[in-house]
């Protein structure tokens, strides 16, 4: 045992070693010039340390309040989908036209995300939320008017989007500027602004109708998001500056990029689970004889249980990993569906569901930019938000549609049967998909550290050393300190099906 000294004895021998070479490199360039240290300090820039609060704190609670009315807003859509199918408001609407009105308001959202994208870089961020602000109030106070079919598809499902697609563009990537190691709960406590916010709303809009009608729960949800809304975008401040943050609307060399196009179908797949159960569960609560009052208050314990959930998702991800506990939620989330919610035929036990199910069913929300800049770094995540945002038009368009054809109406107890295996199935291949960006971002991070160190042994060598560096040193899974000799592998050798895998199972933070 003697004859073997502890690691941190040889990094202080080796680290004795590297002063010495440091000043004899200095002894033998005694007379460096000053123009020669100053192009030194221009290449190396100093890399931005977020503040990890002080005015990021504020920035948290003004995205909060966004998404409480916007998402949160939008998740009330279930009540009224659920209002406008047992009292026919419009006549010959069908129910899949109703269903298209929700989705709709989420893909024009997310439709929107490339012009917003431009526009912030034109014009700044506080423009684009305010003319989301615009949008948003113009399409809630129109909504109080409509009487026709084709008015309330423009004004609750295109017009809200766009107002909805301004706000959350423009604030979504500026909590990850504030912050760095609290960057999960920042995000998870954002994120919870939809579900607070839904429930609220839920229970709002299904006692409003009942006792002033459907056109003042409109109005009602305008003029409260008007002051809110139009508050918190004056307050928000970006540090795209200091970050050098690109806002290109289409960034088209990600797409070239296997870990981000797994990462986009982590999302597809996400997207329509998560539509489905959203929009679904308040009439599913009815399918099986509970009233809407009943139907009403799941609807609020789903968007209570996100509202609960998501924060604690942010702090677990800030210990564990982001991408760890985005990938396991989202496989959790589609076994709640399969081995809970089939099951489901009593208020009790739907209310169980939506609590719990609404803990992780948001998962994506509170992850997806903490998650996309492990995958694409923090300066190309807006232009990664903005693809990603398009490639998500599409399944938000056609979750709930697909989840009303796949209704059984000719049976009586399982009409929603076929949709809640459907669910399940699509956060389980979610899931899949993390994961193996997990296997990725695991090889991915020794192939950094490994270059780090390649580059270490050249600088070196160019100062006129000749001791090697000490070999790297890494925390084993006993907690014990031990020394990685792998070779450097290259960015395609990190997709090498074997080495995937094993990195896939790997007991390692990411």
């Not at 232009?383 to 209704?407: D, K, M, N």
Request: aromatic residues 10%; hydrophobic residues 50%.
């Amino acid at each position: 045992m003697a004859d073997n000294p502890p690691i941190d004895i040889i990094h202080s021998r080796d680290h004795d070693r590297d002063l010495e070479i440091q000043v004899s490199s200095k002894e033998r360039r005694p007379h460096s010039t000053e123009n020669e240290t100053a192009t030194g300090l221009q290449q190396e820039k100093p890399e931005d340390v977020p503040p990890d609060g002080g005015y990021g704190w504020v920035c948290v609670a003004s995205v909060f309040w966004i998404n409480a009315h916007t998402w949160g807003i939008n998740s009330s859509y279930g009540v009224f989908l659920s209002h406008y199918l047992t009292n026919d408001v419009f006549p010959n609407t069908s129910p899949l036209m109703y269903a298209f009105t929700g989705g709709l308001s989420i893909s024009c959202a997310f439709l929107i995300a490339p012009l917003a994208t431009h526009l912030i870089h034109l014009f700044g961020t506080r423009v684009v939320l305010n003319l989301g602000v615009f949008f948003e109030t113009l399409s809630l106070i129109g909504s109080s008017f409509v009487t026709q079919r084709w008015q309330i598809f423009l004004s609750q499902g295109v017009c809200f989007g766009l107002g909805m697609g301004f706000l959350f563009v423009g604030s979504v990537s500026i909590t990850p500027q504030w912050f760095r190691r609290r960057r999960g709960l920042a995000m998870g406590i954002n994120a919870a602004g939809s579900g607070l916010g839904g429930m609220m709303y839920s229970l709002a809009v299904g006692a409003i109708i009942p006792r002033l009608g459907l056109s003042w729960a409109f109005r009602i949800l305008g003029i409260i998001a008007f002051v809110v809304n139009v508050i918190c975008a004056n307050l928000l401040r970006d540090r795209n500056k200091i970050v050098g943050s690109r806002y290109k609307a289409f960034p088209l060399p990600l797409l070239k990029r296997p870990e981000f196009l797994f990462f986009l179908g982590w999302g597809i797949f996400t997207l329509l689970g998560y539509v489905a159960i959203l929009f679904s569960l308040a009439n599913f609560a009815v399918s099986i004889g509970l009233s809407a009052h009943q139907s009403s208050i799941v609807g609020a314990l789903l968007n209570l249980g996100q509202g609960l959930g998501r924060p604690f998702v942010g702090m677990f991800c800030d210990k564990l990993g982001h991408i760890n506990i985005a990938a396991f939620l989202t496989f959790l989330c589609g076994l709640f569906c399969l081995l809970i919610w089939i099951f489901a035929h009593s208020m009790g036990l739907v209310s169980f569901f939506a609590v719990l199910v609404g803990a992780v069913a948001g998962t994506y929300w509170a992850t997806v930019a903490p998650v996309l800049a492990e995958v694409i770094g923090l300066k190309d995540l807006p232009g990664g938000l903005s693809i990603t945002w398009i490639v998500l038009v599409a399944p938000t368009t056609v979750a709930e549609p697909i989840a009303l054809l796949l209704r059984d109406n000719n049976s009586e107890n399982r009409v929603y049967l076929h949709v809640q295996i459907f669910t399940g199935l699509m956060y389980t291949a979610a899931a899949v998909c993390l994961w193996i960006v997990r296997g990725w971002k695991v090889g991915d991070n020794i192939r950094v550290k490994q270059e780090k160190a390649a580059a270490a042994v050249e600088t070196d060598q160019k100062d006129g050393g000749a001791v090697p560096p000490p070999p790297q040193a890494t925390e084993a899974g006993d907690g014990k300190r031990s020394v990685d000799r792998s070779p450097v592998h290259s960015k395609a050798a990190l997709w090498y099906p074997h080495t995937l895998l094993r990195r896939m199972v790997a007991a390692k933070k990411v």
